[in-house]
C-alpha cells in the first residue's frame, strides 16, 4: 500500500472547520457512550427487567422515526451549525438533568423513561443538520474520506467511552458518567462558535414546510439506489443492533462479567467498528462500496449468531469486535453512497431518511429484543436478529449490478480516481 493512501484518512483534517467539527464531536461523543452504558446499567440495576431494557431503547429512538422528517425540512431552511448548536446545547441540559437526580438518589424509573424520550425528540433535529453539514466543511473529492473518518471518530468514542464507563459506574456509580457527559457537550458548542462557514444558500421559503418534506420523500423514493441501500439499512437496524440493549443480561447473567465486563464487551464493537472506519478512510473513490454494504451486513449477522452462542468472555469480546468491524463497513458505506447521490439542496431531507432508517426503525427492535429475550431469552433474540441480517445482505447481494453504472457516474462527477474503477 503507497504511502499516500495511508494519508487519505487525515486529508479532511487538513480544513480548518472540519477540525474544529472532528475534535468537539470526539469529546463530546465519548461522553455520549459513557452515559449510553450508565443509563444501560442503572435501569438493569433499578429494575433487573430485560424488557425495561427494550422499552427505554424504544422511547429513545420513536421520535426519531416520527420527528427525523421535520429534522430534515428544518436542516434545509435553515443554518445547519446554528441548529447543530441548539441541539447540543438543550442535549447538555437534558444531561446536567440526569446526573443531579441520580447523584442525589432520586432516580426513579419513569424520569429514565421520561429523560430518554427527551433525548430522542433533540436528537431527531440534530441528526439530520448534524450529518448534512459535513458536506459544508470538505471539498466534495474528499468527502468519501470524511464520511469514513467521522464513523472512526464515533467509533474511537465507542472505544473510550464505554471502558471508561465501566469503571466508573463500578467506582464510583452511574452520575459521574452523566455529569461527565453534560460537560462534554461544551466542547461540540465551542468548536461549532469558532467555524467560518459562508452564508449558505437556502431554498425557497415560498414552498410549504409540507411540500418541502414531500419532495424529500419523493426524490427517496425514485432514486432506486438510495431506496434500496435504506432498506437494508432499516432491516439492519431493526433486528441487529437491537443486540446493544441486551449487553446487560450478556455480561451479568451469561458471561459473569459485571459492569466493567459491559464496558469492554462495548469497547470491543468500537475497536472493530473503528478498524473499519479506518480502512474506509483509506480507499479512493466509492468504487465497490455497494459490495461492502452486502457483505458487512451479511458478516454482521453471522458474528452475532455465533457470539449468542459463546459463553466465553474473551471470544465473545472477539465476535464483537468482528461485528464492529462489519457493521461499520455496510453503515459507513451506505452513508457515503446516500450523501454522494443526494443534491446540496435536498441532503438534510434525504439525511432524515437515512436517519430514520439507521435510528428511527431502532426502538421497534429494542421492544422486540427486549420482548424475545424475556419470553425465549437473549440468546434466540441475538440469534435470530444475525439469521435476519444475513437474508437481507444475500438479498441486497443479488442488486449490486444495479449500484455499479451509479458508482461508476457519481466516481467521474466528483473526480474520484478513475485508476480504481473496475
Given at each position: 500500500m503507497d504511502s499516500s493512501r495511508l494519508m487519505l484518512p487525515l486529508r479532511p483534517l487538513s480544513f480548518r472547520n472540519y477540525r474544529l467539527f472532528f475534535f468537539g464531536q470526539l469529546i463530546s461523543l465519548m461522553g455520549t457512550?459513557?452515559?449510553?452504558?450508565?443509563?444501560?446499567?442503572?435501569?438493569?440495576?433499578?429494575?433487573?427487567?430485560?424488557?425495561?431494557?427494550?422499552?427505554?431503547?424504544?422511547?429513545?429512538?420513536?421520535?426519531?422515526?416520527?420527528?427525523?422528517?421535520?429534522?430534515?425540512?428544518?436542516?434545509?431552511?435553515?443554518?445547519?451549525?446554528?441548529?447543530?448548536?441548539?441541539?447540543?446545547?438543550?442535549?447538555?441540559?437534558?444531561?446536567?438533568?440526569?446526573?443531579?437526580?441520580?447523584?442525589?438518589?432520586?432516580?426513579?424509573?419513569?424520569?429514565?423513561?421520561?429523560?430518554?424520550?427527551?433525548?430522542?425528540?433533540?436528537?431527531?433535529?440534530?441528526?439530520?443538520?448534524?450529518?448534512?453539514?459535513?458536506?459544508?466543511?470538505?471539498?466534495?473529492?474528499?468527502?468519501?474520506?470524511?464520511?469514513?473518518?467521522?464513523?472512526?471518530?464515533?467509533?474511537?468514542?465507542?472505544?473510550?467511552?464505554?471502558?471508561?464507563?465501566?469503571?466508573?459506574?463500578?467506582?464510583?456509580?452511574?452520575?459521574?458518567?452523566?455529569?461527565?457527559?453534560?460537560?462534554?457537550?461544551?466542547?461540540?458548542?465551542?468548536?461549532?462558535?469558532?467555524?467560518?462557514?459562508?452564508?449558505?444558500?437556502?431554498?425557497?421559503?415560498?414552498?410549504?414546510?409540507?411540500?418541502?418534506?414531500?419532495?424529500?420523500?419523493?426524490?427517496?423514493?425514485?432514486?432506486?439506489?438510495?431506496?434500496?441501500?435504506?432498506?437494508?439499512?432499516?432491516?439492519?437496524?431493526?433486528?441487529?443492533m437491537s443486540y446493544t440493549v441486551l449487553m446487560p443480561i450478556f455480561a451479568d447473567k451469561i458471561l459473569h462479567a459485571g459492569p466493567k465486563g459491559l464496558g469492554i464487551l462495548m469497547a470491543s464493537s468500537g475497536i472493530g467498528a473503528f478498524t473499519g472506519a479506518l480502512i474506509l478512510a483509506m480507499k479512493r473513490g466509492i468504487s465497490g462500496l455497494g459490495n461492502r454494504v452486502a457483505f458487512g451486513a451479511i458478516g454482521f449477522g453471522v458474528c452475532l449468531i455465533l457470539f449468542s452462542h459463546s459463553r466465553v468472555f474473551g471470544f465473545s469480546a472477539l465476535l464483537l469486535a468482528l461485528a464492529g468491524f462489519c457493521m461499520v463497513t455496510q453503515m459507513a458505506s451506505s452513508n457515503t453512497l446516500v450523501q454522494t447521490l443526494s443534491p446540496d439542496e435536498?441532503?438534510?431531507?434525504?439525511?432524515?431518511?437515512?436517519?430514520?432508517?439507521?435510528?428511527?426503525?431502532?426502538p421497534f427492535g429494542s421492544l422486540l429484543a427486549g420482548s424475545l429475550a424475556h419470553w425465549f431469552g437473549a440468546t434466540f433474540a441475538v440469534s435470530m436478529g444475525g439469521i435476519a441480517c444475513i437474508v437481507g445482505g444475500m438479498l441486497f447481494a443479488k442488486k449490486i449490478h444495479q449500484l455499479r453504472a451509479f458508482e461508476k457516474r457519481t466516481a467521474q462527477s466528483v473526480g474520484a480516481a478513475e485508476n480504481d474503477m473496475p
Open positions: 457512550w459513557m452515559q449510553s452504558v450508565a443509563q444501560q446499567w442503572l435501569v438493569y440495576r433499578l429494575t433487573g427487567s430485560a424488557a425495561l431494557l427494550g422499552v427505554v431503547g424504544f422511547l429513545g429512538q420513536l421520535p426519531m422515526l416520527l420527528l427525523a422528517p421535520i429534522g430534515g425540512v428544518l436542516a434545509d431552511r435553515y443554518s445547519k451549525r446554528n441548529i447543530v448548536a441548539t441541539t447540543q446545547f438543550l442535549f447538555m441540559l437534558l444531561a446536567f438533568a440526569f446526573a443531579l437526580l441520580t447523584l442525589t438518589n432520586n432516580i426513579r424509573v419513569w424520569h429514565i423513561l421520561s429523560l430518554a424520550f427527551l433525548f430522542g425528540v433533540v436528537n431527531a433535529a440534530d441528526v439530520p443538520a448534524r450529518q448534512s453539514l459535513v458536506p459544508e466543511l470538505v471539498p466534495k473529492d474528499v468527502l468519501s474520506n470524511t464520511i469514513a473518518l467521522n464513523s472512526a471518530m464515533f467509533n474511537l468514542a465507542r472505544i473510550v467511552g464505554p471502558a471508561v464507563a465501566g469503571v466508573l459506574v463500578a467506582v464510583i456509580g452511574e452520575g459521574w458518567c452523566f455529569f461527565a457527559n453534560a460537560v462534554s457537550y461544551l466542547a461540540v458548542i465551542a468548536g461549532l462558535l469558532m467555524m467560518d462557514l459562508p452564508n449558505a444558500t437556502k431554498g425557497s421559503s415560498q414552498i410549504s414546510p409540507i411540500e418541502h418534506l414531500l419532495e424529500g420523500f419523493r426524490f427517496v423514493t425514485r432514486a432506486s439506489p438510495i431506496h434500496e441501500i435504506l432498506a437494508l439499512l432499516g432491516l439492519v437496524s431493526v433486528m441487529g435536498l441532503r438534510g431531507r434525504v439525511m432524515s431518511v437515512y436517519a430514520m432508517m439507521f435510528m428511527g426503525m431502532a
